[in-house]
């Protein structure tokens, strides 16, 4: 079946400082990917998505590249503020048939100042 | 804010009763998820509608059901409820039923304490 599979624990890391959160994923066909961020109290919000390989998704300065050789979407950011703390979900989407997310278990991140 | 909207947004009962999640979602969709929030299984896709029918299964327990109404909202029913039903529920909604141009979005969440 899907599955998504994140880095484990949590990611604590001083404002300005490089972040990368890994995300591999088991799918058949060509699933569509995405990373979401949840807020604390709040909903999930997509970050951004690739629907194809070597697609690269971008917003608000974070980035993502759908890899098939690898099985890869990490996300990145080169200079982290406060204002990132969330946890971030990366999910597939099947290729076909359905649109259903499969999450991945989510990593929290802490900027600190 | 979404637009999608979700009520209660707590909810704290017993173990054996029964509740209902209310999900609105955003104008001019017409598919409906639910997920689950758990800390030990994560987040579950449960359920989709489209348009009033249902149009996927996850990993929806026999004591959940749900549905969707003419005016587009979908109430998520859990019953006999077990101390494990404890969980941040999610409705999520999009344009269509498939696709990944059809993004989801989502709701604040519905948290339930079962004691």
């Known amino acids: 079946g899907n599955s998504v599979t994140q880095m484990e624990g949590p990611v604590t890391l001083s404002e300005e400082a490089f972040l990368t959160i890994n995300c591999t994923y088991t799918a058949t066909g060509y699933p569509s990917l995405f990373w979401y961020v949840q807020y604390p109290g709040e909903g999930l919000q997509l970050l951004l998505k690739?629907?194809?390989?070597?697609d690269k998704g971008s917003n608000k300065g974070f980035e993502a590249t759908y890899r098939k050789e690898t099985t890869s979407f990490h996300l990145e950011k080169g200079s982290v503020q406060v204002s990132d703390s969330a946890v971030y979900f990366c999910?597939?989407?099947?290729?076909?048939?359905?649109?259903?997310?499969?999450f991945g278990k989510g990593n929290q991140v802490v900027v600190i100042p | 804010d979404s637009g999608v909207t979700q009520t209660p947004k707590h909810l704290i009962t017993a173990t054996g009763q029964r509740v209902t999640l209310r999900c609105s979602p955003r104008s001019g969709d017409l598919s409906v998820y639910w997920y689950q929030q758990s800390l030990d299984q994560g987040l579950q896709f449960l359920i989709q509608?489209?348009?009033?029918?249902?149009?996927a299964k996850g990993n929806i327990l026999e004591r959940f059901s749900a549905q969707q109404f003419p005016d587009l909202h979908s109430e998520l029913n859990l019953s006999s409820l077990e101390l494990g039903d404890s969980a941040l529920y999610f409705c999520?909604?999009?344009?269509?039923?498939?696709?990944?141009?059809?993004?989801?979005?989502f709701g604040p969440g519905t948290r339930l304490t079962v004691l």
């Open positions: 509608y489209y348009n009033g029918e249902e149009r």
């Open positions: 999520a909604s999009s344009v269509g039923p498939t696709g990944s141009y059809n993004e989801q979005f």
């Open positions: 999910a597939l989407s099947p290729s076909r048939g359905n649109n259903r997310l499969a």
């Open positions: 690739a629907t194809k390989a070597d």
